[in-house]
């Protein structure tokens, strides 16, 4: 394969279910990225320790905002390779890792995804904040 077809392929994501992610949440050790609108969040309630980052805030605050104003207003630094993106069913948190592979020159690898989303996290019984 050429380096120009390697550049067209997209990001490398990587599924995680919900075991992995209960623990690496309890564990402090993964940072959960929620893209769902906040009223969304009012009504169906969140994962613990998810921070959420609706999907249309994506694009600016991955390309725009340097480092330091990244980690203010979202209390953790948008390089970490420990970053898995989530939402209701997973289309939404798929498009999120698109808009960051997109807009960031040193575009962490792989990116995670927990493509069942909240409504995975629901359905096994994990905690939600209401």
């Not at 994506?58 to 420990?82: H, M, S, V, W």
Request: net charge negative; proline share 5%.
């Amino acid at each position: 394969m050429s380096s120009e077809e390697a550049e067209t392929t997209g990001p490398q994501v990587q599924d995680i279910e919900f075991e992995e992610l209960k623990q690496g949440l309890e564990e402090d050790t993964l940072v959960l990225v929620d893209v769902r609108d906040s009223e969304e969040l009012k009504v169906q309630g969140r994962i613990p320790k998810a921070i959420n980052i609706p999907l249309p805030e994506i694009p600016d605050a991955f390309r725009n905002l340097t480092d330091d104003q990244f980690k203010e207003k979202y209390g953790f630094a948008k390089n970490a390779g420990n970053l898995v993106f989530s939402c209701r069913s997973g289309r939404r948190a798929e498009a999120a890792i698109n808009h960051v592979y997109e807009g960031t020159a040193s575009s962490q690898q792989p990116f995670r995804l927990y493509r069942g989303s909240f409504m995975d996290w629901e359905v096994k019984g994990g905690p939600v904040e209401r």
